[in-house]
């Protein structure tokens, strides 16, 4: 089952050492309510919203079991080469 988990990041404006205006991230929540409540805590608070693939774990997982096998594929192989000599 593939979908997504939108994830959001929480902002807030502020001086740096120079004066200047910077965007910082200040938290991430998974709730829509709390990025709400964050925004509407003053003018200088935000969210980001990002769609991350809920199966992204899996996929590490898929991506390390083909790294695995190839390093063992290559193995074999030197070992075979080795052998006919």
Do not use: C, P
Not at 21 to 28: F, L
Not at 32 to 49: P, S
């Amino acid at each position: 089952m593939t979908g997504s988990l939108t994830v959001y990041v929480l902002t807030a404006l502020s001086l740096d050492s120079a004066g200047e205006i910077t965007n910082k991230n200040v938290g991430v929540t998974l709730s829509l309510h709390e990025a709400d409540l964050h925004r509407g805590d003053g003018v200088a608070n935000d969210f980001e919203t990002f769609q991350i693939d809920s199966n992204w774990q899996e996929d590490a997982a898929t991506t390390d079991l083909v790294v695995a096998m190839r390093t063992f594929r290559s193995i074999v192989e030197e070992m075979q080469s080795k052998a006919l000599r």
